[in-house]
């Protein structure tokens, strides 16, 4: 029955229901509930209130009032999401704050700003529903053992001191698109554990002496010191070039290994080879020797700081097992320069360099070149495949 006709029906035994004995209101209230599907408690309220109080409105169900149904608001919310690469929704919430100040695609109102800033991951969840898309694709693997050497480089055993920035993970990422046949360019992706800092760098091959010059380089551009390096057994990391860079220096770097075909060693970077490489490069053939000044061009500039200032991500705290349950509770999502500024190991000199960059940085400009430099490497790639 519609609303309509529920309320001609009410308004039709209203005045039989009042001028009726006990016995005949009993049946006529029985009747109302069945034909109208309400609640008895309900049906008597409706009977017993002043005919002149109610309206068609009242009889429909009132539910909480909407919040967040301003079309601007989802707007708003849609470009700081694809501006960020679609991240989740609970990272979402956190990177809002971060993105808002520097939205300048319309003018919103102080009500707005006021809303997104309070709004829940559920609620940007359902306003999103429709707005999801999802990833499928996978890369090649191409790591090889490495020699003879794997036994002066240890198999990492959770030695590290993971709350202390300086301990990285490293990896290589290949531009081959589907076939390893030939050269082509490689990315060396770097990430810190405590801070989820990151560093990339292309390689023509992944001969020995590119990886060690991007190695160095690298390295130059952290914030903080290297004090542990650990990779797979990949022949680009495990060869006496990467063995003597770190371990014949005045301060030795803790140089490991993870355990042979066990990738999860490697959790954390094999994590960034996706959301800082993949997603935004693609599987495409990268076999042009030119790409790679472009690349790095890109990789030590816009890429570096919108990864690093302005992308979040959640972090690993704790695991146990309870049972037959792995039960794993992680941080509130934040950005490398968030973790860094709260680390009690970095120091303040470079805590306030780190924050006069930031203080200079647009997102949105920043997303909007790695565009179009993203774009013209993927055109170049594409002429130099044809």
């Known amino acids: 029955m519609s609303i309509a006709a529920k309320y001609e029906y009410f308004q039709a035994i209203y005045h039989r229901y009042h001028s009726a004995l006990r016995k005949e209101k009993k049946i006529i209230l029985d009747e109302f509930c069945n034909n109208c599907n309400y609640n008895r408690k309900y049906a008597i309220r409706l009977l017993n209130s002043p005919l002149e109080t109610k309206s068609i409105t009242n009889l429909s169900r009132r539910g909480r009032k909407k919040i967040y149904d301003d079309a601007i608001l989802e707007t708003v919310l849609t470009d700081i999401w694809k501006a960020t690469n679609l991240p989740c929704s609970k990272r979402l919430k956190h990177l809002i704050p971060l993105w808002l100040p520097f939205y300048k695609k319309q003018k919103i109102s102080e009500q707005i700003k006021q809303k997104l800033l309070k709004i829940s991951a559920a609620t940007i969840d359902r306003i999103m529903a429709s707005s999801r898309s999802k990833f499928s694709k996978r890369g090649l693997a191409t790591t090889k053992p490495g020699s003879i050497i794997k036994k002066k480089i240890p198999i990492k055993t959770d030695q590290w001191d993971e709350q202390q920035p300086g301990f990285l993970e490293a990896d290589t990422v290949a531009h081959c698109g589907t076939s390893m046949a030939g050269m082509f360019i490689h990315t060396v992706n770097w990430v810190d554990i405590a801070t989820q800092w990151t560093e990339q760098r292309a390689t023509w091959g992944k001969g020995e002496i590119g990886v060690l010059n991007a190695v160095g380089d690298m390295e130059s551009h952290l914030p903080f010191p290297l004090r542990g390096f650990d990779s797979d057994n990949g022949s680009e990391f495990l060869n006496w070039h990467l063995v003597r860079h770190f371990l014949k220096r005045k301060h030795p770097v803790q140089f490991t290994r993870s355990r042979p075909y066990k990738k999860n060693d490697n959790a954390h970077i094999e994590n960034k080879n996706w959301t800082h490489i993949r997603q935004y490069l693609g599987y495409q053939r990268f076999e042009d020797p030119q790409l790679v000044e472009m690349l790095n061009e890109l990789y030590t500039n816009e890429w570096n700081l919108y990864f690093n200032f302005f992308n979040n991500s959640f972090k690993l705290i704790e695991k146990k097992r309870i049972k037959s349950k792995i039960v794993k509770k992680f941080d509130p999502p934040k950005t490398p ?18 924050q006069r960059i930031k203080d200079n940085l647009d997102p949105f400009e920043l ?20």
């Not at 320069?337 to 780190?354: C, D, M, N, P």
């Open 367 to 386: 997303q909007k070149q790695m565009a179009r430099k993203i774009k013209a490497i993927i055109k170049k790639a594409t002429n130099a495949a044809a």
């Open 337 to 354: 320069f968030q973790r860094i500024i709260e680390s009690e190991f970095i120091t303040t000199e470079t805590k306030q360099q780190l």
